[in-house]
T-cell receptor
Framework: KAGVTQTPRYLIKTRGQQVTLSCSPISGHRSVSWYQQTPGQGLQFLFEYFSETQRNKGNFPGRFSGRQFSNSRSEMNVSTLELGDSALYLC???????????FGQGTRLTVV | QKEVEQNSGPLSVPEGAIASLNCTYSDRVSQSFFWYRQYSGKSPELIMSIYSNGDKEDGRFTAQLNKASQYVSLLIRDSQPSDSATYLCAVMTWEYGNKLVFGAGTILRVKS
């Protein structure tokens, strides 16, 4: 059974640019959540999508957005990148959102 | 007060010993509890979930939950050097929209 797939694995962007990250959940999983991991803040919840609807959002500025498609694949977008956005971005999928969540390999974003 | 607290460690145990990892949480209505293992440079890997008071065993791993004390722990029996990693405790409260709230993690080092 294929796991959660995130692309790309690594990204280097310049301040002010925007970036789009992609996540393909485990087959049959309808909930996709996104997390940011940094050494200083640990793992922080960004948002969760279920059946193409955002059900919950963390305490991040509006520059962070996402969406989910009808096949449950999800994308997150960060606009006007700042140096502090450098982090490991993780996607997790679960069947319904309140069950076990499985993480993808992550996308390592570096903003220079 | 942090919502989920873990001792950052490092916790050092000799090979073959029992490693005991602890986690406390502040929200009394939390319903789901998870332990993830994260190797350096990798994404978190789910190793245990527990939803009701008591013990849950899976191979060398035992999760223990005490909701009255707001305490969850993970025991690793017969610790191996390959168990050396950061162990993340995560708590989910359904009323808050299925987001996982993570502790900062405990670094475990198993010495051969």
């Amino acid at each position: 059974k294929a796991g959660v797939t995130q692309t790309p694995r690594y990204l280097i962007k310049t301040r002010g640019q925007q970036v789009t990250l992609s996540c393909s959940p485990i087959s049959g999983h309808r909930s996709v959540s996104w997390y940011q991991q940094t050494p200083g803040q640990g793992l922080q919840f960004l948002f969760e999508y279920f059946s193409e609807t955002q059900r919950n959002k963390g305490n991040f500025p509006g520059r962070f957005s996402g969406r989910q498609f009808s096949n449950s694949r999800s994308e997150m977008n960060v606009s006007t990148l700042e140096l502090g956005d450098s982090a490991l971005y993780l996607c997790a999928s679960s069947r319904s959102g309140n069950t076990e969540a499985f993480f993808g390999q992550g996308t390592r974003l570096t903003v220079v | 007060q942090k919502e989920v607290e873990q001792n950052s460690g490092p916790l050092s145990v000799p090979e073959g010993a029992i490693a005991s990892l602890n986690c406390t949480y502040s929200d009394r209505v939390s319903q789901s509890f998870f332990w993830y293992r994260q190797y350096s440079g990798k994404s978190p890997e789910l190793i245990m979930s527990i939803y009701s008071n008591g013990d849950k065993e899976d191979g060398r791993f035992t999760a223990q939950l005490n909701k009255a004390s707001q305490y969850v722990s993970l025991l690793i029996r017969d610790s191996q050097p390959s168990d050396s990693a950061t162990y993340l405790c995560a708590v989910m409260t359904w009323e808050y929209g299925n987001k996982l709230v993570f502790g900062a993690g405990t670094i475990l080092r198993v010495k051969s």
